[in-house]
């Protein structure tokens, strides 16, 4: 029996269609995913420092990650999840699309990683009550409805001195060159489709949405090497870029 995808104000149908069709590839480093294998070891890399100045451990450490807990909203096939849990974190991996949760779990148990994937929404899990050390919202905000409720939702998951993470694409004209029309129909790099451009987030939606009790600790811009695939830090954040939040103590 199929388990009906959550329902929630930020969810479009259309979006979960489009990732339950492809969750069969997730693991698949050449498949449709592959921007995200790619991407992976970057933004791990990135949050690793991140995480580990704002909670006072060392990023070479054994297990630098160890004790902190996190929250993956949109964890898909569980690529990022996986690579945090392996540094330590206690990992919750959270998504709307049922296969994609299936996929996560499956992989995990055979990677022997114990991590605590759920098929729910941000707001499911904000009712509850829960909150962790970071939430990470990495390459999601771009897929969702009611961007602003969203945001204040994901806020409320976020501890008093805990961070938010994110990671999405810009809504400008370079953008739409980039990485809709060039890396999905140019180069074929993404499925067609995959974004959209009235869906792309400015840097000042995000932090606009979160509030005066999220301060910006840390943003970056994000480009490609089209030549050998490899991701690279960059002062513009006119494309791909991530931002790092702090909430305030209560």
Not at 20 to 29: F, N, S, V, Y
Not at 45 to 67: I, K, M, N, V
Not at 155 to 176: C, D, E, K, S, Y
Request: aromatic content about 10%; some cysteine.
């Amino acid at each position: 029996m199929t388990t009906p995808p959550p329902s929630a104000p930020s969810i479009n149908p259309n979006e979960v269609a489009y990732f339950e069709k492809l969750a069969h590839r997730w693991w698949d480093a050449e498949g449709p995913f592959w921007p995200l294998h790619r991407l992976n070891a970057f933004r791990v890399g990135y949050l690793r420092t991140h995480l580990c100045q704002a909670f006072g451990t060392h990023p070479d450490s054994e297990g630098p990650l160890a004790g902190l807990r996190l929250l993956d909203i949109g964890c898909g096939g569980g690529i990022l999840s996986e690579s945090l849990a392996r540094l330590g974190a206690q990992v919750t991996g959270i998504d709307v699309v049922g296969k994609n949760i299936r996929v996560a779990e499956l992989h995990a148990l055979g990677s022997g990683l114990d991590l605590d994937y759920r098929l729910t929404s941000a707001e499911a899990l904000a009712a509850s009550g829960a909150q962790f050390d970071a939430v990470l919202n990495m390459e999601v905000v771009e897929h969702v409805e009611d961007l602003p409720a969203f945001l204040a939702v994901c806020g409320t998951l976020v501890r008093p001195g805990g961070l938010m993470v994110v990671a999405t694409i810009n809504r400008t004209w370079a953008a739409f060159l980039i990485a809709i029309l060039g890396a999905e129909y140019v180069l074929g790099w993404m499925p067609k489709g995959t974004h959209h451009w009235r869906k792309l987030v400015k840097p000042a939606e995000i932090t606009a949405g979160l509030g005066a009790s999220f301060a910006l600790l840390h943003r970056t811009g994000v480009r490609i090497n089209p030549f050998n695939r490899s991701f690279h830090y960059s002062r513009y954040l006119g494309v791909n870029y991530m931002l790092v939040l702090r909430k305030g103590a209560a």
